[in-house]
């Protein structure tokens, strides 16, 4: 049976799962990302992980074969198998994530970084919504927004591997400050940060409203709390959706524009509230496009296990990579 | 020795030339667009004119070998083979254009039509500025803003052969009517026509202006003459190259943050204006970029050969075909 091991390294937490061909996780674990020491270190302790996994799933499974590691990261930059400057990471400057790894699988057919957005994508394309798809887009809201371009077929990674960071391309100029510290990208609106942003402000100017959410300390409000309020009817929460839904909309039009995808896939958080955010954004994109672009592209919940996308995603590069 | 024929359908005039595998143009004619009857009456004669036109060159040239026709026009499908609904030709709806021209040319081993701004950036990867780039976006400065997009050194078409319309993109939001009826787009302040907006406005708000182009009457005013009143150091006429460089640069950015591109190229008429343009837009390009993309990627005059720009593009459709 051949498997890939998908790796996720985020800021607290690494994730490490074996991963069969249809995307289904065998197993999986995890490191802490920070408190190793050096980089060296920590991908020598990743490494043992990883060997260690694939032992216990030796066990499970006769004639296991691991066709590579897919390792996906913010920034992740897939020509160079580097992470440049990461700011949600302890360790500093450019990080040899591929070459760190290597020397410890100098035998594995593949090792591949790329961002985790592109990883997503890639999961979504192998076992998700998007399979069979030669072009589409996958948008993940979080703490950011992250975006993956598949374009006849394939990950589009750009001349410096920076391709698909469509969070920080301009929403409206001079509007909100976003995250990077540039003013009015769509991260800043449509992130999960973005909605408690959108909240707040509208409370702000409803100072009398009896808003569910009006109750939450602020430094306590998040996305899911909005969510929870809108799903009781509250009108302020129900608002922040809409709006939010606006933005993308109005977002995903400029995407449309460039690259005329099939379908947009919406992964994270936010999504879980469904017609909520998907009415709106469907609706404003439709709005802003062209009559020959109109009524031809869905707007899509991706179809990943939410808990799993980033390791399963990280997986489906491997088998990308075995196909060239 | 192997050729191929461009085609490039305009809404006055249709070119044809017979360009050789380095892009060279050895025999060129054209026909006027309109005034054939219907659309087949027309493919027929542009059919018969390329058929005189290879004649005229296997005089000229022993063991000339046609290896395919590569047609572009605004909005014309690669998927498709149609042009739809096209506003700047006097033939309505969906126009058949591959399906109708193979019939005269049955044994024809290519016959692919594309967009105009596609064929562009096709020639500009197998005869221009981009050879070897397997990342990079070309825009067309013109009566509109087109762009065509490579990633992966392939055209990037689209699910619905619709992408690289960048032109129609939100700059920005609420603000001036673009030629196709919509608010803010790119194409409404980067175009020609936009150019011309832009200096009457900055004529309207400087009443008591010497500049040279106060003279000119609106309906006369065109880019060229701006660009000629700036080589003069006319005050209202740099400022408007500024002024449309840095929204074009503004838009760049947005695009970078799709596509991570190794290089930009600019092409059409404006662009003649060489550092009036290029230099605001790279200026205003890298001022939005985060770090990562900084200083990175050129933003390069297009090297075709202006005046066949336009059927050297729609030969290189050919070659890429072939390779497939």
């Known amino acids: 049976m051949k498997v890939a091991v998908g790796v996720d390294i985020g800021g607290t937490n690494t994730v490490i799962g074996i991963v069969d061909q249809n995307g289904k996780v065998i ?36 004639n296991l074969k691991v066709m590579g590691i897919g390792i996906g990261a913010p920034i992740g930059n897939y020509h160079t198998g580097t992470i440049d400057f990461a700011t949600n990471l302890s360790f500093k400057g450019r990080l040899p994530v ?9 035998e594995m057919p593949v090792i591949v970084l790329t961002n985790d957005a592109n990883a997503a994508a890639m999961g979504e394309m192998m076992y998700g919504g998007a399979k069979g798809m030669r072009d589409f887009v996958m948008f993940t809201l979080g703490t950011g927004v992250g975006s993956g371009i598949v374009a006849n077929g394939n990950l ?10 469509i969070g920080h391309s301009v929403l409206i100029p001079g509007g909100r400050v976003c995250s990077c510290g540039f003013a009015g990208h769509l991260e800043a609106y449509c992130s999960a940060p973005g909605m408690k942003k959108t909240a707040l402000e509208m409370l702000d100017q409803n100072r009398n409203s009896d808003s569910l959410i009006s109750n939450i300390p602020e430094s306590e409000l998040d996305s899911k709390m909005i969510f929870e309020a ?3 009817g509250d009108k302020i929460a129900l608002e922040v959706f809409e709006k939010t839904g606006e933005w993308l909309g109005m977002g995903l039009a400029n995407t449309v524009y460039h690259l005329s995808p099939g379908a947009i896939f919406l992964f994270g958080g936010p999504t879980a509230a469904g017609d909520l955010l998907f009415k709106p954004a469907k609706a404003c994109m439709e709005k802003n496009l062209l009559s020959i672009y109109k009524n031809k592209i869905d707007i899509l919940p991706s179809k990943l296990n939410p808990g799993d996308a980033a390791i399963t995603g990280a997986s489906a590069m491997v088998w990308k990579e075995l196909e060239k």
Chains 1, 2 share one sequence.
Do not use: C, M, W
């Open 27 to 62: 197993l999986k674990s995890n490191i802490p990302t920070p408190g190793h020491g050096d980089f060296e270190r920590y991908t020598a302790d990743l490494s043992n992980s990883i060997k260690k996994l694939i032992s216990e799933a030796r066990e499970q499974i006769k």
């Open 98 to 106: 591929v070459e760190s790894v290597r020397r410890h699988f100098a």
């Open 156 to 165: 589009v990674i750009g001349a410096d591997g920076l391709a698909g960071e």
């Open 230 to 232: 809108a799903e009781k």
